[in-house]
């Protein structure tokens, strides 16, 4: 098995599954839902629905009933839509300013600055409200309540959105000031606690048990970190043609990174040391995870 | 009863019962917890988790349990949140770009652009995880999670959200071009929405029943378009003094409202028609609503 292909096959199927969940563009708002789709169709390696179906996959094994393929598909399709919309305000001119993503124009490029905050939040509440179907389908599922309380939690204040409070104020900070736990901090806010939510939605609804739910927060937080880092590195090392956006673009706004604070050969080595970790993690799980480490350490060592 | 000392009384009850729920100023990312805390903190009417409290008793009529009671309080608390955030991003440059709510700085003046943004998506974050915590009280109770699915949706790009799209696109317009029916759509999904779904949650929660729920909806859309109309007159009729933010607002934003498209007599007319339909309604309502109806007169008539 070729894993791109296998990856990019799944992130085909995924984009069918969203695109039942997108809204309509009718109605005298319609500017907002195709602000929504736009920002949600504009590419993107749907990484946190593909790794929340492989844990559904490695519990359940297989789709017992069409109820419990809807209630996943809600959940990745949430995880997808939160992901999104913090890029969507990562974007804006007050927080990183980007006119372009993955080489496509940015939300707020293509509709301007106000239509950005509220295709962010239209985004955000609509992940929620996607993510509540799955009670339509499975009433009073234990299951698909913890799956929500861990999603609001770890897309919040206490997880992604506080990495992004922690990542903008060390960009005001001197450069010197900045320690390497308070990028690590970052790392496992911003970008960790996204893919633990993802890891741990898919055990749960999968029917897994506690022991096994811990072990997959404790390897997505590593995964998470790593892949922040490997970004990090690809900033260095990318090409524009590559990664369709500028390179180096965190250096042009002078911002610390993993790779600055400690330099490439040694963010390199932490990359494998977390990479290695992760999957140690992964032989103690309860049940086969051969796909998942494959995709983890494919993820793990991109070079886009 | 002296019905401004009596919701006084219970927006300060309130207040206690949403402090028990605000994020500890504590972490790396404690700016954002003190952003959200000062932007909920910085008064307001808490008309919505009034409303949604009183048809919450008006239909159990006395709090059964402690667990019960902790449900309404998380819904409370979430609405309130989901308005509050509203009003953060409604403040922002890109948006209405205003310093000043309720004679207090906004949240963006205070704390700075980016954190504005990230202050309102979490509290929009938060009010989901606030809500599902009423699932620890009350595991798998279906009323939850029709509160749930009502607020996410009124809350969002086909309620709420909705309505400002349409109003921002609006204030590009030509004055000329903006019909009567178009602002009534910005009125019904901006202001009316969350207004409709205070009324049903705590119905829902309460143990209405279907009829009564579908009639509580109906008052909602009433009172929140008066409400908003009403808003409009106060712009043109206010003062600085009373309202704590400067007067005739919408006229230096050249904002087209009710009252400048049929005129201030008009305008109160089309209050007072609502307002009587309002009341109709309620009359029809399977419980007592006196003290609702009492509400409902005293929001939609006042001064300031």
């Known amino acids: 098995m070729d894993i791109r292909e296998e990856l990019s096959k799944r992130a085909k199927q995924f984009n069918k599954v969203m ?3 997108l809204p309509k563009e009718e109605g005298m708002q319609k500017t907002i839902y195709a602000a929504m789709n ?9 990484l946190r629905p593909i790794l929340m179906e492989e844990t559904y996959r490695m519990f359940s094994s297989v789709y017992e009933t069409e109820n419990e393929r809807d209630v996943i598909e809600s959940f990745m399709s949430a995880i997808e839509m939160i992901h999104t919309y913090s890029l969507v305000h990562d974007d804006l001119p007050a927080m990183d300013n980007d006119e372009y993503r993955r080489g496509k124009k940015t939300t707020h490029a293509v509709y301007g600055e ?21 009670f339509n389908k499975a009433p009073l599922n234990a299951k698909i309540v913890k799956a929500m309380q861990i ?21 005001n900070m001197e450069a010197s000031c900045v320690s390497i736990e308070r990028l690590e901090y970052i790392h496992l806010l911003k970008t960790a606690a996204l893919i633990e939510a993802s890891l741990m939605i898919g055990a749960i609804l999968g029917g897994a048990l506690e022991q096994d739910v811990k072990s997959l ?13 490997q970004d990090d590195i690809l900033d260095i090392t990318g090409t524009m043609e590559v990664l369709g956006k500028p390179i180096g673009s965190d250096e042009k706004n002078n911002k610390v990174t993993y790779v600055t604070l400690v330099g490439l050969e040694n963010a390199q080595k932490e990359v494998a040391k977390l990479s290695k970790e992760a999957v140690e993690l992964m032989d103690g799980l309860s049940v086969q995870s051969d796909f998942l480490r494959e995709v983890v350490l494919y993820l793990i060592h991109r070079e886009k």
């Open 19 to 21: 695109c039942s969940f």
């Open 38 to 46: 736009y920002s949600l169709l504009a590419g993107g390696k749907r």
């Open 114 to 134: 106000a239509m950005g905050i509220l295709a962010g939040d239209a985004l955000l509440n609509y992940a929620f409200e996607t993510a509540a179907f799955a």
């Open 151 to 171: 999603l609001s939690r770890k897309a919040g204040a206490y997880g992604m959105i506080g990495g992004q409070v922690v990542d903008i104020e060390t960009e």
């Open 217 to 229: 927060e404790q390897i997505g937080r590593k995964v998470g970190i790593a892949f922040q880092i």
